[in-house]
């Protein structure tokens, strides 16, 4: 498996300092990076779909398996962003992220979660985080 090559420091809310985030993404054959970091793969639309349904999953995934690590997508490149519901006990970081088309998220973020900076956000754009000041 190659990895991906994508790299990117950023501010590590756990450890409080900045740190470099290595994606372990496996890369596509035809390019260095996975099908989140590729963002060339966002300018053919009959991609988006794709794009949408891996991300999904990828968050599906995470969330049934314990997700005892915070989630990173710093720097993804995504398309229509839909989390509603959810409950993320630990950080998650959207940092650098590109997201084309709408964001709407409605879901409790417990830990932490960070967006900036969001490059070119286009069309709706709904962050509910129902975070409460308790435990906090
Ligand atoms: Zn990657």
């Not at 740190?19 to 596509?28: G, L, M, V």
């Not at 998650?92 to 932490?112: C, E, P, R």
């Amino acid at each position: 498996m190659v990895t991906c090559s994508f790299e990117k420091e950023y501010w590590n809310f756990e450890l409080q300092k900045d740190i470099q985030f290595k994606c372990d993404n496996e890369s596509k054959s035809e390019s260095d990076k996975c099908i989140f970091h590729d963002g060339n793969l966002l300018d053919n639309e009959e991609n988006h779909k794709i794009i949408q349904e891996e991300f999904q999953k990828k968050i599906d995934g995470y969330l049934l398996n314990g997700s005892d690590r915070p989630l990173f997508c710093i720097g993804y490149h995504l398309y229509n962003i839909n989390i509603q519901g959810k409950e993320f006990q630990k950080s998650v970081y959207f940092d650098y992220a590109t997201i084309t088309g709408s964001l709407n998220i409605n879901s409790h973020f417990i830990s932490h979660v960070s967006f900036s900076p969001l490059n070119s956000l286009e069309g709706m754009w709904t962050l509910d985080t129902l975070n409460s000041l308790e435990g906090m």
